[in-house]
């Protein structure tokens, strides 16, 4: 995990040097000292052309390659980072949008999300709650499921702004099942 935290610290290092405005847009509370997953972030549009050559920046300040990039959605670039340490390597994938789509459709326009943006205790960038609640809710609705962890992910955003994850859940469900899954 130590090894995945500092390549995710270089990752931040990097965007900030770079003036690169970004959001990670979820599973932020525990970073970088446990990052289970995709780092999921948002930039805006204008930067996107520029953000291979960030990443590859911040590989090689943490002493890792940049090793693939798939461009997915029309506005989604998923990458892979590689550090050998040891005999082992070490992975960190960011996951970048400017607007978060799933079958080309827009399910949160990245330009408010990065208006309401505010900073994390460690120093990054993340959503306001209620844009982490609806984005991380309209993606594991997309997935078909969801854990015990990803549920506190919610309940903990729900938390910090009822009524704004409260109007997140009704712009994307139905009434019955929002007011279902507030209850929940």
């Not at 948002?42 to 943490?62: F, N, Y």
Request: charged residues 25%; contains cysteine; proline residues 5%.
């Amino acid at each position: 995990m130590a090894a995945r935290a500092a390549m995710f610290e270089a990752l931040i290092q990097v965007f900030e040097e770079a003036g690169l405005p970004y959001c990670v847009l979820a599973g932020y509370d525990e970073y970088p000292d446990v990052i289970a997953s995709d780092v999921d972030f948002m930039v805006p549009e204008d930067w996107r052309p520029r953000l291979r050559t960030i990443v590859v920046a911040a590989a090689v300040r943490s002493g890792g390659h940049l090793v693939q990039r798939i461009a997915h959605e029309t506005t989604a670039d998923y990458y892979a980072i590689a550090r050998l340490d040891g005999d082992r390597i070490t992975w960190l994938h960011p996951d970048s949008c400017s607007d978060f789509r799933r079958g080309g459709n827009l399910l949160l326009a990245g330009a408010g999300v990065m208006q309401r943006r505010r900073r994390h205790r460690r120093g990054f960038w993340v959503p306001a709650p209620a844009d982490a609640f609806a984005y991380y809710l309209t993606k594991k609705l997309d997935k078909g499921g969801i854990d015990a962890a990803q549920a506190a992910q919610l309940s903990a955003r729900h938390a910090e702004d009822p009524a704004g994850c409260a109007r997140a859940l009704q712009d994307i469900l139905p009434p019955d099942d929002a007011a279902a899954v507030e209850a929940a």
